[in-house]
T-cell receptor
Framework: KNEVEQSPQNLTAQEGEFITINCSYSVGISALHWLQQHPGGGIVSLFMLSSGKKKHGRLIATINIQEKHSSLHITASHPRDSAVYICAVRYRGFGNEKLTFGTGTRLTIIP | DAGVTQSPTHLIKTRGQQVTLRCSPKSGHDTVSWYQQALGQGPQFIFQYYEEEERQRGNFPDRFSGHQFPNYSSELNVNALLLGDSALYLC????????????FGQGTRLTVV
């Protein structure tokens, strides 16, 4: 069982729709990352969160530390948002500098 | 700022061969981590280098080894390649070992035939 669970695995939506992708994890973390991966592989870091909420353009990320849950929202979705969105966590504690990744959510926005 | 650069972008090797992948970190970053991403899976941590030493290692066999140079660039070496080593290999750089944002390269796609 993956320590970082994402839902949904696949999401198809019409252009303009509000998108929500969820991430849950099992133990205490020091930070959570939301990443975007386009076909071809390269990963872009969208947000790093340890509490609260961050916003960048049409993207919003929130985290609830008590619930061990984070969400990534996309407002006014556009076909160029089509990509795989990956949640990754850094667990608390010495020697836990590595990132543990979810399996990703494949988002397709239809024009 | 060139960001994190990896070379080569694509590589085809034969079973049993050895391969070396390279990573130059983002300017100002001194920590490099390597990840393996099999098709349809999330990346898996291989190891991390800081101050030219391997600081942490994931669950990968000794066939996977690495190195970090004084300029903070890094190499990933894989010996005795297996078909199952076919994957996208990602390099991520950050500043220091504590809770800082990681920046990723475009990856090297390795195909073992």
């Amino acid at each position: 069982k993956n320590e970082v669970e994402q839902s949904p695995q696949n999401l198809t939506a019409q252009e303009g729709e509000f998108i929500t992708i969820n991430c849950s994890y099992s133990v205490g973390i020091s930070a959570l990352h939301w990443l975007q991966q386009h076909p071809g592989g390269g990963i872009v870091s969208l947000f790093m969160l340890s509490s609260g909420k961050k916003k960048h353009g049409r993207l919003i990320a929130t985290i609830n530390i008590q619930e061990k849950h984070s969400s990534l929202h996309i407002t006014a979705s556009h076909p160029r948002d089509s990509a795989v969105y990956i949640c990754a966590v850094r667990y608390r504690g010495f020697g836990n500098e590595k990132l543990t990744f979810g399996t990703g959510t494949r988002l397709t926005i239809i024009p | 700022d060139a960001g994190v650069t990896q070379s080569p972008t694509h590589l085809i090797k034969t079973r049993g061969q050895q391969v070396t992948l390279r990573c130059s970190p983002k300017s100002g970053h001194d920590t490099v981590s390597w990840y393996q991403q099999a098709l349809g899976q999330g990346p898996q941590f291989i190891f991390q280098y800081y101050e030219e030493e391997e600081r942490q290692r994931g669950n990968f066999p000794d066939r996977f080894s690495g190195h970090q140079f004084p300029n903070y660039s890094s190499e990933l070496n894989v010996n005795a390649l297996l078909l199952g080593d076919s994957a996208l290999y990602l390099c991520a750089s950050s500043q220091g070992l504590l809770n800082t944002e990681a920046f990723f390269g475009q990856g090297t796609r390795l195909t073992v035939v």
